[in-house]
């Protein structure tokens, strides 16, 4: 028998698209919907995000901000803007699913001394730790941000890899030259 390569198509979703344990999901239909209605989410409507991401096995859900009241006024922003432990409680109750419960908290826009860092709850010198052995390095080889050559793999359906490649490489200004190269047959 032939040693047969396998389609294009098979070989793409093995490498990319495959199921890997290691890729979390995280839903943030609450925290990014409440930039368009200023968080005035009701809690039938939160509860049933929650319910679905429960029932569809999202790894993570993010409820809103952690925002500091003395910035930003309770009265013009819905609870979601805030996130206090009681209005969670009310949603998920003691919240005994596999979900992740997560909030995201804006530098100089969360009173994180009092919200986070003296919250006996929450632990911060594993986070630092994890910051300071993976993001930290990580800047230094990926470009934060806005980059054209993976605009151009993403719109033409292709791996990112090229675009890795390219971005790498000592010559990579010239990104019509990278567009002719990915449209090059083999």
Known sequence: MKNQKKPFH????????????????????????????????????????????V???????EFGYKADKKIFSPKEFGRWKFCDED???RIVG???????????????????HNDILHNPKF????????????????REKLLWGFGIPYMITGQLNLHPRDAMKFMESGDNKDIVKFYDSVLEED
Request: aromatic letters at 8%; one cysteine or more.
């Open 123 to 138: 632990r911060s010198r594993p986070l630092l730790k994890c910051i300071r052995d993976y993001i930290e390095p990580m």
């Open 87 to 89: 209005d969670i409680r």
């Open 10 to 53: 098979k070989e793409y979703q093995e490498e990319w698209l495959g199921y890997r344990p290691q890729i979390k999901v995280l839903d943030c239909t609450i925290r990014d919907g409440g930039l368009m209605n200023d968080h005035e989410f009701n809690d039938d409507v939160v509860k049933a995000v929650y319910n679905a991401c």
């Open 55 to 61: 029932e569809a096995g999202i790894d993570y859900m």
């Open 94 to 112: 003691d919240n005994k699913q596999n979900i992740k419960l997560s909030m995201m908290a804006d530098v100089e826009r969360t009173d994180y």
